[in-house]
């Protein structure tokens, strides 16, 4: 530059003749930083509307017509009163229906059992046998059922479970059967009908439920 030097301090960036050829940097436009930003607004849009869908789904309420327990009725106070009578196994109010055509009624009346080496009687024989009501809940009540030849059995009425399929209700039924505990009584057998089920299962004397586990403290202290 006709003999003048150029001073360079403070002039980190200067470049071009008689200096070294400048490099251009390269900077985001406006254009791409218009789609990161449309990027980033959608990403935060997708992650709160899939929130809201999760928290609706938690506080969606339970239907009314499904077996859930907290929609269940309460049996009348005085179904708990002891002494049913042998008529209140199976309910006057659902009478069993029509069988299909080459069927005899019993046939439709039958109990499907779920211990093999247990001596059988049929629905009929269970039905005419005295009952007693030991207690209610909200599925409905149990009643001891003397047979007779010295067998009790203890007989849970499902009367709110209208909502549960054959196929369903036999398949939990077969999981209880396969279930073993000291602590837990044998399900013998079972009845399903659409309007009512029978559990049976073995009779336990002797108090409650909490004397069997823990003994004649927890008995007394109850």
Not at 41 to 48: M, S
Not at 156 to 163: E, G, Q, S, W, Y
Not at 177 to 188: D, F, K, M, Q, T
Not at 201 to 221: Q, V
């Amino acid at each position: 530059m006709n003999g003048v030097k150029l001073k360079k301090t403070g002039n980190i960036g200067l470049c071009g003749l008689p200096l070294k050829p400048c490099v251009d940097t390269p900077k985001l436009s406006t254009a791409s930083k218009v789609i990161v930003g449309i990027s980033l607004a959608a990403t935060l849009a997708a992650i709160v509307v899939a929130v809201v869908i999760l928290t609706t789904r938690k506080r969606l309420p339970v239907p009314e017509d499904g077996p859930s327990v907290a929609h269940l009725k309460t049996p009348p106070r005085d179904e708990l009163e002891r002494g049913g009578s042998e008529a209140e196994l199976i309910s006057p109010e659902c009478p069993t229906p029509p069988p299909p055509d080459g069927k005899r009624p019993e046939q439709g009346m039958k109990l499907s059992f779920l211990v093999e080496n247990r001596e059988r009687f049929d629905l009929n024989e269970l039905l005419k046998a005295s009952a007693e009501m030991l207690g209610g809940g909200v599925f409905g009540s149990t009643y001891k059922a003397a047979l007779g030849r010295g067998r009790t059995m203890a007989v849970k009425r499902f009367r709110h479970m209208n909502d549960v399929g054959r196929e369903d209700f036999h398949e939990h039924m077969r999981r209880l059967g396969r279930l073993s505990h000291r602590n837990l009584l044998a399900v013998v057998a079972f009845h399903y009908r659409k309007e009512e089920k029978l559990l049976v299962s073995d009779f336990a004397p002797n108090l409650s439920l909490a004397f069997h586990l823990h003994g004649i403290i927890a008995f007394l202290s109850s």
